[in-house]
């Protein structure tokens, strides 16, 4: 009798976690607002300081570059709170749609993009360029929030797993025909790691490491363009003006900040000499004029930011927010730990940017818009599920 009772109670919590409710609209986290704009207005002033140069050489306005992150950042924010106004249940329902779309719009990339530097990952609107792949790791976080929970009580069994594993597959083969491997690599880790937090059954994950391994050694031993960055990786003094120059300026730049760094704005790398130094490697610039402490500051702000974006998944009120808490704040801190291990030599360079810093706008919008998302989700958990 009371074994039948325990079976029944757990059973009704099983149903109240896969049932997504009715978002109360509560008070926003307001440790999560502040980190979130604080990073954002440092990213600001640091953009600023890493790409004058650079903007004076190319459009003669030194401004352009921090004129133009600017507006985007001001988008971003409004986005980033109307996003905290749109009930999260809302996505649940509209994932097909939002999977589709994504979809689209990554085909569209491939007929009608626009090629900067052998790669097609940008749609050209006139004013502005849209880069689909941030659209893309948004919609698989939120089709498999939406899988694992509907499929809550199946959750090892292969039928899920493969569901899964499809809705990763058709984003990341649509990515590598860009060829995108950096949003590739990017969506691939996100995808394991929400894998291993929804309860997918260990033995499948073991087998995509395995796999992963497997092509990891391929791609190396093949040569070609991951040979290549690999090589410079390892020793990048042997090609030190072409596959090494932008390893080694890095860390001549990381190493001139030393503890307290050169001050702000008065970087020397950023004189036409580190590529990149207002996109992915601008980090390496923050050291320069920051300093180990100044650097180690700003790492510290992500932290923050990353572990209270766990705590609203761990207190989110039903399954499917607590999935896409935690698929959100997952992809936040592998951008930024993925970013500094390239831009410090621990990682071979991947073109991975980091979040709130590097230049570029679709990328900034989403970013923010993603955090309008988590805050939605922290104000319903003031209020216990109907």
Same mark, same amino acid.
Not at 16 to 39: C, F, H, S, W
Not at 308 to 327: K, P, Q, V
Not at 349 to 363: E, R
């Given at each position: 009798?009371?074994?039948?009772?325990? !079976?029944?109670?757990?059973? &009704?919590?099983? #149903?109240?976690?896969?049932?997504?409710?009715?978002?109360? *609209?509560?008070?926003?986290? +307001?440790?999560?607002?502040?980190?979130?704009?604080?990073?954002?207005?440092?990213?600001?002033?640091?953009?600023f300081s890493a790409s004058f140069a650079r903007a004076y050489y190319i459009t003669g306005n030194s401004?352009?570059?921090?004129?133009?992150?600017? $507006?985007?950042?001001?988008?971003?924010?409004?986005?980033?709170?109307?996003?905290?106004?749109?009930?999260?249940?809302?996505?649940?329902?509209?994932?097909? =749609?939002?999977?589709?779309?994504?979809?689209?719009? *990554?085909?569209?990339? +491939? =007929?009608?993009?626009?090629?900067?530097?052998?790669?097609?990952?940008? $749609?050209?609107?006139?004013?502005?360029?849209?880069?689909?792949?941030? %659209?893309?790791?948004?919609?698989?976080? &939120?089709?498999?929030?939406? *899988?694992?929970?509907?499929?809550? !009580?199946?959750? !090892?069994?292969?039928?899920?797993?493969?569901?899964?594993?499809?809705?990763?597959? $058709?984003?990341?083969? +649509?990515?590598?025909?860009?060829?995108?491997?950096?949003?590739?690599?990017?969506?691939?880790?996100?995808?394991?790691?929400?894998?291993?937090? /929804?309860?997918? #059954?260990?033995?499948?994950?073991?087998? &995509?490491?395995?796999?992963?391994?497997?092509?990891?050694?391929? =791609?190396?031993?093949?040569?070609?363009?991951t040979s290549e960055r690999i090589t410079a990786w390892r020793n990048p003094e042997a090609d030190p003006?072409?596959? /090494?120059?932008?390893?080694?300026?890095?860390?001549?730049? %990381?190493?001139?900040?030393?503890?307290?760094?050169?001050?702000?704005?008065?970087?020397?790398?950023?004189?036409?000499? @580190?590529?990149?130094?207002?996109?992915?490697?601008?980090?390496? %610039?923050?050291?320069?004029? @920051?300093?180990?402490?100044?650097?180690?500051?700003?790492? &510290?702000?992500?932290? *923050?930011?990353?572990?209270?974006?766990?705590?609203?998944?761990?207190?989110?009120?039903?399954?499917?927010?607590?999935?896409?808490?935690?698929?959100?704040?997952?992809?936040?801190? $592998?951008?930024?730990?993925?970013?500094?291990?390239?831009?410090? #030599?621990? @990682?071979?360079?991947?073109?991975?940017?980091?979040?709130?810093?590097s230049s570029g706008g679709t990328a900034l919008i989403m970013q923010l818009a993603e955090s309008g998302?988590? +805050? #939605?989700?922290?104000?319903?958990?003031?209020?216990?599920? !109907?």
């Amino acid at each position: 009798m009371f074994g039948r009772k325990k !079976k029944e109670t757990a059973a &009704i919590e099983q #149903n109240k976690q896969a049932r997504v409710v009715e978002n109360d *609209l509560g008070v926003m986290d +307001l440790p999560y607002l502040l980190l979130t704009i604080l990073l954002v207005a440092i990213g600001l002033l640091m953009l600023f300081s890493a790409s004058f140069a650079r903007a004076y050489y190319i459009t003669g306005n030194s401004a352009s570059y921090f004129t133009s992150q600017a $507006i985007f950042a001001l988008l971003g924010i409004a986005a980033m709170f109307a996003m905290s106004r749109v009930p999260y249940e809302w996505y649940f329902k509209l994932s097909r =749609l939002i999977y589709g779309v994504t979809v689209l719009l *990554l085909l569209a990339v +491939l =007929l009608v993009g626009t090629n900067v530097n052998g790669a097609t990952r940008w $749609i050209n609107l006139g004013f502005t360029q849209l880069q689909p792949s941030e %659209i893309a790791k948004l919609s698989l976080i &939120i089709s498999l929030s939406v *899988l694992m929970t509907r499929n809550q !009580k199946d959750i !090892k069994s292969p039928r899920t797993f493969f569901a899964c594993a499809g809705a990763l597959v $058709i984003i990341a083969v +649509l990515l590598i025909a860009e060829p995108h491997f950096s949003a590739t690599i990017i969506i691939a880790s996100l995808w394991f790691c929400m894998m291993a937090i /929804g309860g997918t #059954n260990r033995k499948y994950l073991g087998i &995509i490491v395995a796999v992963g391994a497997a092509g990891l050694l391929f =791609l190396l031993l093949s040569g070609g363009y991951t040979s290549e960055r690999i090589t410079a990786w390892r020793n990048p003094e042997a090609d030190p003006l072409d596959s /090494g120059l932008q390893i080694l300026q890095s860390e001549y730049a %990381i190493g001139s900040g030393g503890l307290l760094g050169l001050g702000f704005g008065k970087s020397r790398q950023k004189y036409l000499y @580190l590529p990149e130094e207002h996109n992915d490697y601008i980090f390496a %610039i923050i050291c320069e004029e @920051l300093g180990f402490i100044g650097a180690v500051g700003i790492l &510290i702000l992500f932290a *923050l930011l990353i572990i209270r974006g766990y705590w609203i998944a761990m207190h989110a009120r039903d399954r499917f927010s607590m999935l896409l808490a935690a698929g959100l704040t997952t992809l936040l801190a $592998i951008q930024v730990v993925l970013n500094v291990a390239v831009v410090t #030599n621990l @990682l071979p360079s991947t073109g991975i940017s980091l979040p709130f810093f590097s230049s570029g706008g679709t990328a900034l919008i989403m970013q923010l818009a993603e955090s309008g998302i988590m +805050l #939605n989700i922290s104000r319903s958990i003031s209020h216990s599920p !109907k």
